[in-house]
């Protein structure tokens, strides 16, 4: 098991703009900066004990864990987060200061946002695809972290970029107004070749 060395955590929750999401920051490192995980539902969980203790709530329906905090979102509009923040806190809190395990021994959050290699891709779509990644890296992931969430690269075609969105960004009522408006607009003034943003991890 990979964990925590025993320490005094703080934790505290801040509101994001998906309502039915809360971030849960923390004074502890649980993953590498730049790396994330994005679990769906208890299934896609088992590489992480902590991921699966908090599925144990039955109102926790994602979970987002990166560098310094987690996200939380909640399965329905009904339950109020005034209510629900105490217990997770708490909860978190005491998990990580008793060194609880966060992922299992040998799991990796390898980056996933690499171009990555096709043999059908040219030269200059993969230059895109470099350009396009390092501005995600750069200048969107840092404010979309902020909120407790994450976006990662997936491909390039024919002016096309395609993203990934994790965390509080899936099924956040405004993912697609700040995929157009925020983040198309940024790559398509800095890569001319970009004609369009599009994301498969928004539900709504």
Not at 22 to 42: A, C, I
Not at 80 to 93: A, N, Q
């Amino acid at each position: 098991m990979i964990e925590n060395k025993e320490k005094m955590v703080s934790v505290y929750a801040e509101a994001n703009p998906n309502p039915e999401s809360m971030k849960f920051v923390m004074n502890q490192q649980l993953l590498p900066e730049g790396q994330s995980v994005d679990y769906p539902n208890l299934e896609s969980a088992m590489e992480s004990p902590l991921a699966q203790e908090l599925f144990n709530f039955d109102y926790v329906s994602r979970v987002f864990i990166a560098s310094n905090f987690v996200t939380v979102t909640k399965s329905t509009a009904d339950l109020e987060w005034v209510k629900l923040i105490p217990e997770l806190r708490t909860f978190l809190k005491s998990y990580v200061e008793a060194g609880g395990p966060i992922f299992n021994e040998g799991f990796s959050a390898a980056r996933v946002d690499a171009p990555a290699a096709n043999g059908e891709t040219s030269a200059e779509d993969a230059e895109i695809a470099k350009k396009v990644t390092d501005l995600l890296d750069n200048y969107v992931r840092p404010a979309v972290e902020q909120d407790g969430g994450n976006i990662t690269f997936k491909s390039y075609n024919d002016g096309v970029v395609t993203v990934h969105l994790q965390g509080s960004c899936s099924g956040c009522p405004s993912a697609t107004v700040t995929l157009k408006a925020g983040i198309e607009n940024l790559l398509k003034r800095m890569v001319p070749e970009v004609k369009e943003v599009v994301a498969d991890g928004v539900t709504i």
